[in-house]
């Protein structure tokens, strides 16, 4: 076949491709009113934890800086998980006798009433 006809028949298969989705009907999203599926893998919005006493959980990694956008930024206020039963409301010290490592180790429970 000779060397035009053959770019022809190539740009006549490429025009094919473009026909062939000119007239399928087009995909609409209604995003944010009705949000799409989510990954498996996706576990909600990022939270910063506290210790069973109260404390936060924050070791500086900054990732709270990297999940945020520049029109969706979440400040601590957002971040923090509320405080739950047997917890007080920081700042407050350590538990009585305790070190950076029970923290890290999970060995702090919550505050009872005598410690408070």
């Keep these: 076949m000779p060397k035009f006809l053959t770019k022809f028949v190539e740009a006549i298969a490429g025009f094919g491709v473009t026909f062939g ?44 800086a990297w999940a945020c956008r520049a029109d969706l930024i979440y400040g601590k206020d957002k971040l923090l998980a509320p405080l739950e039963p047997g917890m007080q409301a920081p700042p407050h010290p350590m538990a009585l006798g305790s070190t950076d490592d029970d923290y890290y180790l999970g060995k702090i429970g919550p505050l009872t009433e005598d410690a408070r």
């Design 21 to 64: 989705t000119m007239f399928k009907k087009p995909v609409t999203e209604q995003y944010p009113e009705e949000p799409g599926p989510v990954a498996p893998r996706y576990h909600g919005r990022h939270q910063l934890n506290r210790y069973p006493d109260g404390l936060e959980k924050c070791i500086g990694c900054e990732l709270c």
